[in-house]
C-alpha cells in the first residue's frame, strides 16, 4: 500500500491551535486529491516526531477526521485517506445575486453534477460584493468538497479568491475570468462579445455611437473593450475617443439594478447629443439604456439605437424589443459543473482550464439602419 507524501506545515506561533492546523491542512490535502483514497498516512508517532506536536494532538486530528469520513482506522494496519462519495459531500455555488442569468446557471449545473452528485449549497450575495467575499473566505474543505463561483468583476475580489486557491477548495468560476489567477473557468468569449456588438452597429451605418461601460477590470471586460476597439480599428476609429460613460461596478441597486445604466445613459446624451446609438455592456446596462434614452424624450430606434450585451427574457417582450447578444449561461453552468467533477476526482491539468462558449445574437427591434 503506497504511503502518503505528507506537505505539512505546522507554526506553533499562529493563534489557531495545532489541532485545528493539522486537521485543516490534512483535510485540505484530502480534498484536493494530494493525498489520494488508499494511500497509508505516517504512524501518530511519526507525526509527533516530524512535526513536534504531543500524541493526544494527533491523535484528536486524526479522530475527528476518521469520523467525518476523511479516514479510516484498520485494526493493527494503520490510517489510510477513505474513499469519500461524492454524493456524501456538498458543492457551493456562490452568486452576487439571484436572478435570470444565475438562475439559468443553476439549472445547468445541475445537469451537468447528474443525478448522483453532491449536495448544493447556495449563498446569494444579493448584489452585495463584500457578503460574497466573506462567505468565500470562510469556505474549507470541512464545509464543502468544492465550489463554483460567479465572481464580480472587479480585481478587488482577487485576493480572496487567492487564499480559497491556497486552502486546497477546489472551485471552477463562471462568468468571470481574471487575468494572474490560474484557475479553472468557463465563461463567454468575451472579445467576440465586444467584437459583434460594435461591428453590428458599424454594418449598419452608425458611427456616432456611444457606450455605457462600467469599471470592472476582469479579463473578461478587458477583453470585451478589446473586441470593441478591434471593430473601431476596421472602420478608421478609435476606442478612446468613442464617447463612454463608465459607471461604478461595485455600486449596485438591487431593487432598480438599472438604475445606473439609466442615469449614466440620461449623462451621454448630454454629452454628445448627436448619438445614433448606445451599446450596453451588460444585461442591467443594457435595460438602463434604453429607460434612458425614452426618458430623455427620444424614441428608440428611430431617434437612437440601442443594443445590449447579455441578454435577458424580458428583452424579447419589451417595446422595442432589445437586440442583445446572448450568453450561453445554461452551457456555462453545465461545463463548470462537468470540470468541478474532474477535479474532485483528481483530474488535474498542469494548466488551468479557461473554457470560453461562442455568444448568440438575437436580432429585434432596437436597432435600425442609419443613413448618413
Known sequence: MAQAIMDIQIDPAQSEPLVQQLQRQLRAGIQSRRLKPGVKLPSMRQFVSTYGMSLGVVKQAINTLTAQGYLRAEQGSGVYVAQRELEQQAIALVVPTINEATGEILTGIKEGLQLDAPRILLHDANFDFQNEARYIDQLDSAMVSGAIIYPPPVSDFLPVLKTLKQ?????????????????????????????????????????????????????????????????????????????????????????????????????????????????????????????????????????????????????????????????????????????????????????????????????????RPCQH
Open 167 to 367: 486552502r486546497g477548495v477546489p472551485f471552477v468560476l463562471v462568468d468571470t475570468a481574471f487575468d494572474g489567477l490560474e484557475v479553472d473557468s468557463v465563461t463567454t468569449d468575451s472579445h467576440a462579445m465586444g467584437l459583434e456588438a460594435m461591428r453590428y452597429l458599424l454594418d449598419r451605418g452608425h458611427r456616432r455611437i456611444g457606450l455605457i461601460d462600467l469599471s470592472a477590470d476582469s479579463a473578461n471586460y478587458q477583453q470585451m473593450r478589446s473586441g470593441i476597439s478591434e471593430a473601431l480599428a476596421g472602420y478608421g476609429m478609435r476606442f478612446d475617443k468613442l464617447p463612454r460613460y463608465v459607471t461604478d461596478a461595485t455600486d449596485l441597486d438591487p431593487v432598480q439594478p438599472w438604475a445606473n445604466g439609466e442615469r449614466a445613459t440620461l449623462r451621454l446624451l448630454g454629452q454628445y447629443p448627436d448619438l445614433t446609438a448606445i451599446v450596453g455592456m451588460n444585461d442591467y446596462m443594457s435595460l438602463g439604456t434604453l429607460r434612458g434614452v425614452q426618458m430623455s424624450g427620444r424614441k428608440v430606434p428611430d431617434d437612437v439605437s440601442v443594443f445590449a450585451i447579455n441578454d435577458l427574457h424580458m428583452f424579447a417582450a419589451m417595446t422595442p424589443a432589445l437586440t442583445a447578444l446572448s450568453q450561453p449561461e445554461h452551457e456555462i453552468g453545465r461545463c463548470a459543473a462537468m470540470r468541478l467533477l474532474e477535479l474532485l476526482k483528481g483530474q488535474q491539468t498542469q494548466t488551468a482550464q479557461k473554457i470560453k462558449l461562442k455568444p448568440r445574437l438575437y436580432e429585434r427591434d432596437s436597432v
